[in-house]
């Protein structure tokens, strides 16, 4: 069994799903991961972030608790197109590396606060999930990595998804971070 799923690193909800695809492949299930930028009027430099504060933003600190994924909103929501460019590409090339480097980009803007659109950044993170830093820059800078993004996005589309997390079984897309146990349940029913 293969489940599609859609996300954009600036996404609080995609990185809690980060346990949502865990609970998936716990279960047996193959997770391809795919980038979709979500806020594509965030330009370079990013956008300050709001207030975070009410039911919304308590209920995403007590899901990233569980799922032991350490949370700290900073003041700005970065300009994800590079980040989600260079998912792409290695996902294409190299699909172990991406999931490592995608772990990687999370972590380093939702645990660490760090600005996921700095090119340094984002060539040490692939680096250290195994990718080579020149390749990496060479692909930044390339038209392959925005057809690679491209084409991800016109995937997600074609299943009527514009929105992340995001994931696809059996060509039917489901929508939005739901509970733990929905995610067990949802497991169970598509391994039998």
């Known amino acids: 069994m293969t489940v599609e799923h859609w996300f954009d690193f600036i996404c ?3 990185y809690v799903a ?3 695809n865990r609970i ?3 279960h047996g299930i193959h997770v391809v991961e795919h980038a979709l930028q979500i806020h594509p009027e965030i330009g370079p430099g990013g956008t300050p972030a709001g207030p975070r504060s009410g039911p919304a933003y308590e209920f995403l600190a007590r ?3 569980v799922a032991g994924l350490p949370l700290r909103w900073t003041d700005r929501i970065p300009y994800s197109r590079p980040a989600l460019f260079a998912f792409e590409w ?5 699909p172990r590396s991406a999931e490592r480097f995608a772990a990687a980009v999370f ?3 939702f645990a660490d606060g760090l600005d996921i659109e700095s090119a340094d950044l984002l060539v040490r993170l692939a680096e250290e999930a195994g990718w080579d830093a020149d390749e990496l820059r060479g692909a930044l800078a390339s038209a392959a990595a925005n057809d690679a993004l491209v084409a991800s996005e016109a995937r997600a589309h074609g299943y009527g998804i ?3 997390p995001a994931w696809v079984a059996g060509g039917y897309p489901i929508s939005g971070l739901r509970p733990r146990q ?4 949802w497991a169970t029913a598509l391994t039998r």
């Open 18 to 20: 980060q346990d949502r």
């Open 107 to 109: 972590g380093a803007y």
């Open 90 to 94: 290695l996902r294409t090339t190299r």
């Open 63 to 65: 899901e990233a608790e």
């Open 12 to 14: 609080p909800y995609c």
């Open 182 to 185: 929905w995610f067990e349940d």
């Open 162 to 164: 514009d929105g992340t």
């Open 24 to 26: 998936l492949r716990d």
